[in-house]
C-alpha cells in the first residue's frame, strides 16, 4: 500500500515544559502533496508539535515516520536532511546581507569563494519555480515583511525541503500579501510539496487549506476534518470547545451613566498596518462590556489606544467626557483608568523591583504615598501590606521581587494595584488567560465586584465562557471591526461573528421581537 | 545537498559528573558582596602574578608596604582621600545613569568641561582675581556643574528623541571634549607657550588642610581640601533621590522595566535626558573639584582616566551610592599603588581585571551552578 504511505506522520507525541502538558498524545499526519491546516487557540500546543516535527523540541514520547521510514530528530539540520523546514514567526535573517547571502548561510556549499552571480541565478531560478518574486541581490533591510518571508521560504526550499511548516505565516502580512502567500502555497502544493499552515484564523484556513487538524489544550479535537466538509461553525466550537460554565451569580443591575466612549477609533498595529478600522463601543458606569474575539484582530490595540499606550490614527477615547486618546498615559491614569494587561511579566510589572514597588506604580504620584518629591516609604510599605492580605498574594514579604511570584500571584498584585484605587473604568486584557481555575474565579469575582461597585468594565476575552457567564454585553471584533453587539447572551450569534459573519441570524431578530 | 548524519548514534557521556546550570531563584543577600569582594582579590592575585613577571620578586611583600603607605600615616590616607575624591563623583554619575540602563561612557568627557567651565570663570575672566572665595568657589562649582550637565544633555537629548545609541554618543564627545580643552590650553590660555593655563588665583583654590598649618600644625603638608566634602554630600543626596524620591522610583522603574514606566504613566524622555544631565553634572563637579582643589590650574593632565574607572567603581559598587564611596576609596589607593610600584600598568591592570571578574559573575548572580554525578545506565 504504498498509496496509502503519508509525508509526515506522528503518533502520540507528548512534550512537556515546567509545569505544562504542550502536546498530549497528540497524532498527525499529512499527505503528499496537501495543505493541512493546524488551527487552534494561543496555547493549544499548535507551535510546539511542529517544533517537535522540526527537530527543535525532543519530544517526551511519541513516534514520527516521514514517508513510512522512522525517524528521530535531534536538531532542525536532522529535520532537513529528511526534507523538513519550518519558517518561524520570526524571521531568522541577516538584515545587512543580501538574499542570496541569507540563503546560502550556513550551508557546506559554496565553501571560500562565494561566487555570488553563479548563486544569483541558481535562486532565480528556484524562484521562478514556486513563484516566488524576490531580487536576489536585494539586501534583506530593503524587503518588505512578505519579501523577507519569501526569503524564509526560499531558503527551506534551497535546503532541500519536501515538506514546508509555516508558522502563522499571515501574522505579519497585509491583505495583499496574503493572497500572494496563498498563491505562492498553490504552486508548491502543485509542485509535489506538502505543507503544514499553523493558523488561528477560521477564514484563512477555510480559504487555503486541503484538511483540518484542529488543537485544543494540546489535544486534537478529533481526527482531521476535510475543509470541503466543514464550516467556520463548526471549527470555531471544536477550537474553544464547550466547557462546564461557571456558576457566578451576577446582580441583575441597570447601569448608569455613560462613562467610557470609544467613538470611530482606528489604529495601526506595530508593524505599522492597520489594526483597527472605525471601532465604536459605549460602557456605562456598573457595566461589563465583552469584547470577543479570535486573538490578533485589534484587541490589544483598543486597550492600548483607551489607556493611551498607542496612538489612534482617527477617532477618539473619552472617559466621563475627558480625552484620553492621543495623550500621555499619564491622562488615563489621571481620569482613573485601571488596565490589566494582557502581557503581565512585559507591561504590568517591573521584574526586579520588589512587591511594594510594584503595588504602588499607579498611586506614587499622588498623597499619601508621596509627599512633596518623597515617597513615604513607611506608608507605602503599610499599604503593600494592607493589600497583600486583602488580595491574598502569596509572597514571602513586601520586599520579594515579583519576577519571583507565579502567574497567578503576579495577577493578583496587579489587580490589587489597578482595583484599589476604586476606578471609574476598567480595561481588563485577558485577565483570567493561563491562570488555574481557582484563580480564575477570584479574578471574576473581583471584576463583578467593581461592576457592582459602578465601574465601566471592558473585558477582552478569548474565552467565550467567561464573556457569557460576566459580560451585560458582548461586542464582537473582527479584524479591527465591530460585526455587532449582543445583549441576550447567544452563543451562536457570537460565534458566528467571531468567525467573520456580518449579519446576525434571522432567528436572532425573531427572539428579539417575539 | 547535504550528506546523511547518523542521527541515532547514543552519545557517551564524557565526564563522570554533570554541570548542570539552573536560573537562580532568589538571590541570597551576601552573594553579590562576596562576588565583589573575590573579583578584588582574583584581581590582587593575577596582579601579583604580573608584576612577579616583570621582575618584582616578593609582589605580596610590596602589595603589603604600599597599603602600610597608603594606610599607615596621615599624609598617606590624606593622599589617598584626595585621589578618591574625584572617583566618588564620577561613580555616583555613571551609578546614576546605569541606574536607567543609560550606558553613560562620557564621565571622562563630562569631568574635562565641567574642569574648562569652572577655568572659564577664573581665566576669560568672568570673576576678577580679588573676588572673595566665599562667592569665587560656587560660582566655580556651577560653571562646573552645569559644564558637565550640558555635555550629558546632548547624548541625552538624542537618545530620547532620536534613539542615538548613547553609548557611541558620549565616548565620541569624550574626544571632542578633550580637543576642546587642549585647544585652549594650547592656544587661547597658554601660559608662555607651555601648555597649561597660568595658576589660578588664591581665591579661586578649594583650601587644603594645609593651609591651617599655622594654626594647627598637625595638618602641615596634609593635601586633603574642600573638595572631599563634596563627593559624600553627593552621595547622600543621590541615595535619596534614587531610592527615597518618586523622580527615583522613576528612574528604577525605567531602568528595570521601560514599558512598565510608559504603563505606569512616566515621561520616560523627559527623565532620560534629566538623568544624563545629573549624570553629567557630578562628572562635572569632579572636574571642578579636580583643577580648584589638586591642580590648580587648567591643563592636559587632569584625569588619569576617572571618568572610565568610574564606569568600574559604579559597576562593583552594584550602583549603590554609598557604597560608591568605599570603592572610590580603594581604587584612590589603587591608583596611588601604581604611582609607588612605579610601573603603573599593573594598576591598570588589576583595575581591568576587577571588572572583567564582575561582567563574568553576573552569571553567577543570576545561575546557579551545580555539579551532579552521572547515573551508570
Known amino acids: 500500500m504504498p498509496e496509502a504511505v503519508s509525508a509526515v506522520e506522528m503518533r502520540g507525541i507528548v512534550k512537556r515544559f515546567p509545569g505544562v502538558l504542550a502536546n498530549d498524545r497528540v497524532d498527525f499526519d499529512l499527505r503528499q502533496g496537501e495543505i493541512h491546516a493546524l488551527l487552534g487557540e494561543n496555547g493549544a500546543g499548535k507551535s510546539t508539535l511542529m517544533n517537535v516535527l522540526a527537530g527543535l523540541y525532543r519530544p517526551e514520547d511519541g513516534a514520527i515516520w516521514v514517508h513510512g521510514a522512522p525517524v528521530n530528530f535531534r536538531s532542525p539540520r536532522d529535520a532537513i536532511v529528511h526534507g523538513i523546514g519550518m519558517v518561524h514567526q520570526h524571521f531568522m535573517l541577516v538584515p545587512s546581507l543580501t538574499v542570496t547571502e541569507n540563503i546560502l548561510l550556513g550551508l557546506h556549499e559554496p565553501r571560500f569563494l562565494m561566487q555570488l552571480p553563479a548563486y544569483h541565478k541558481r535562486i532565480a531560478a528556484l524562484e521562478e519555480r514556486f513563484g516566488l518574486g524576490v531580487a536576489p541581490e536585494a539586501k534583506i533591510w530593503q524587503l518588505s515583511v512578505g519579501e523577507q518571508q519569501r526569503v524564509e521560504v526560499l531558503k527551506m526550499l534551497y535546503r532541500g525541503a519536501e515538506v514546508l511548516v509555516m508558522d502563522e505565516p499571515t501574522a505579519v502580512l497585509a491583505p495583499q500579501e496574503v493572497d500572494e502567500l496563498f498563491a505562492t502555497l498553490r504552486s508548491m502544493t502543485a509542485e509535489g510539496k506538502s505543507i503544514v499552515l499553523i493558523s488561528h484564523k477560521l477564514n484563512e484556513v477555510m480559504a487555503i487549506s486541503d484538511r483540518i487538524t484542529v488543537l485544543r489544550k494540546g489535544r486534537t479535537a478529533g481526527p482531521p476534518l476535510d475543509t470541503g466538509s466543514t464550516s467556520r461553525e463548526a471549527l470555531a466550537e471544536l477550537m474553544v470547545g464547550r466547557k462546564v460554565l461557571f456558576e457566578i451569580s451576577k446582580d441583575i443591575q441597570a447601569p448608569g451613566d455613560l462613562v467610557m466612549s470609544i467613538e470611530n477609533v482606528s489604529a495601526e498595529n506595530d508593524q505599522g498596518l492597520p489594526a483597527l478600522g472605525g471601532v465604536s463601543l459605549q460602557i456605562r458606569s456598573g457595566e461589563i462590556l465583552g469584547l470577543a474575539g479570535v486573538a490578533g484582530n485589534g484587541q490589544s490595540e483598543l486597550a492600548e489606544v483607551i489607556t493611551g499606550l498607542r496612538p489612534c490614527t482617527a477617532g477618539q477615547v473619552t472617559i466621563n467626557g475627558k480625552q484620553v486618546s492621543n495623550l500621555p498615559a499619564r491622562v488615563a491614569i489621571d481620569a482613573n483608568v485601571a488596565h490589566i494587561p494582557m502581557d503581565r511579566t512585559g507591561v504590568g510589572s517591573s521584574p526586579n523591583l520588589s512587591i511594594t514597588d510594584n503595588l504602588i506604580m499607579k498611586a506614587y504620584r499622588q498623597r499619601p504615598i508621596s509627599k512633596g518629591w518623597s515617597i513615604d516609604g513607611r506608608f507605602a510599605r503599610r499599604h503593600a501590606t494592607k493589600l497583600k492580605d486583602e488580595y491574598e498574594i502569596i509572597a514571602p514579604s513586601i520586599d520579594t521581587q515579583s519576577r519571583l511570584l507565579s502567574g497567578g500571584n503576579l495577577q493578583r498584585v496587579i489587580l490589587a494595584r489597578e482595583m484599589s484605587g476604586k476606578p471609574q473604568a476598567i480595561v481588563a486584557v485577558q485577565p483570567t488567560r493561563g491562570l488555574d481555575v481557582g484563580a480564575i474565579e477570584g479574578v471574576q469575582r473581583l471584576l463583578l465586584e467593581q461592576r457592582r461597585a459602578g465601574a465601566a468594565v471592558l473585558l477582552i476575552s478569548e474565552e467565550l465562557e467567561e464573556l457569557l457567564s460576566l459580560a451585560d454585553r458582548i461586542a464582537v471584533i473582527y479584524e479591527g471591526e465591530i460585526l455587532g453587539i449582543v445583549e441576550d447572551q447567544d452563543q451562536e450569534a457570537v460565534g458566528l461573528m467571531m468567525a467573520g459573519h456580518r449579519e446576525i441570524p434571522a432567528k436572532e431578530g425573531e427572539r428579539k421581537s417575539g | ?377
Open chain 2, 1 to 377: 545537498m547535504a550528506t546523511t548524519e547518523r542521527i541515532d548514534a547514543r552519545r557517551r557521556p564524557a565526564l563522570p559528573f554533570k554541570i548542570q546550570v539552573e536560573p537562580r531563584m532568589e538571590v541570597p543577600r551576601w552573594l553579590p558582596i562576596t562576588v565583589s569582594v573575590a573579583a578584588v582579590l582574583i584581581a590582587l592575585v593575577l596582579g601579583a602574578f604580573a608584576l612577579r613577571l616583570a621582575g618584582e620578586p616578593h609582589p605580596f611583600k610590596a602589595f603589603a608596604a604600599i597599603a602600610k603607605e597608603l594606610f599607615g600615616s596621615w599624609g598617606g590616607i590624606t593622599d589617598v582621600l584626595v585621589q578618591a575624591t574625584p572617583l566618588i563623583l564620577v561613580g555616583l554619575a555613571c551609578s546614576v545613569a546605569f541606574s536607567m540602563k543609560l550606558w553613560n561612557i562620557g564621565a571622562e568627557g563630562q569631568f574635562f568641561i565641567g574642569a574648562f567651565a569652572a577655568s572659564a570663570i577664573v581665566l576669560t575672566p568672568v570673576l576678577s582675581a580679588e573676588t572673595p572665595g566665599w562667592i569665587f568657589i560656587p560660582v566655580m562649582m556651577i560653571a562646573g556643574v552645569v559644564g558637565g550637565a550640558l555635555w550629558g544633555f546632548v547624548p541625552g537629548y538624542l537618545k530620547a528623541k532620536f534613539n542615538v545609541n548613547e553609548v557611541i554618543t558620549t565616548l565620541m564627545m569624550n574626544y571632542i571634549a578633550i580637543e576642546w580643552n587642549n585647544y585652549f590650553i594650547f592656544g587661547v590660555w597658554s601660559e608662555g607657550g607651555f601648555q597649561m593655563s597660568p595658576r589660578f588665583p588664591r581665591t579661586a583654590w578649594l583650601p587644603r588642610l594645609a593651609d591651617y598649618a599655622r594654626e594647627i600644625p598637625e595638618f602641615s603638608g596634609l593635601t586633603l581640601h574642600l573638595g572631599l566634602l563634596f563627593g559624600p554630600m553627593a552621595a547622600v543626596i543621590v541615595w535619596w533621590i534614587l531610592y527615597r524620591s518618586k523622580w527615583g522610583y522613576e528612574i528604577r522603574l525605567a531602568g528595570d522595566n521601560p514599558r512598565a514606566a510608559r504603563y505606569a504613566g512616566t515621561n520616560i524622555t523627559r527623565n532620560m535626558i534629566l538623568v544624563m544631565m545629573l549624570s553629567g553634572a557630578l562628572a562635572g563637579l569632579a572636574g571642578m573639584a579636580q583643577i580648584g582643589g589638586v591642580v590648580r590650574r587648567m591643563q592636559g593632565s587632569i584625569s588619569s582616566g576617572y571618568g572610565f574607572t568610574g564606569i568600574i567603581i559604579a559597576w562593583l559598587a552594584k550602583l549603590n551610592p554609598l557604597i560608591v564611596v568605599v570603592v572610590s576609596i580603594l581604587f584612590g589607593a589603587l591608583i596611588l599603588a601604581g604611582r609607588e610600584i612605579g610601573r603603573s600598568g599593573i594598576s591598570m591592570l588589576i583595575q581591568g581585571i576587577i571588572l572583567f571578574a564582575l561582567i563574568a559573575s553576573e552569571f553567577l548572580l543570576r545561575n546557579r551552578v551545580r555539579i551532579t554525578r552521572v547515573r551508570e545506565a
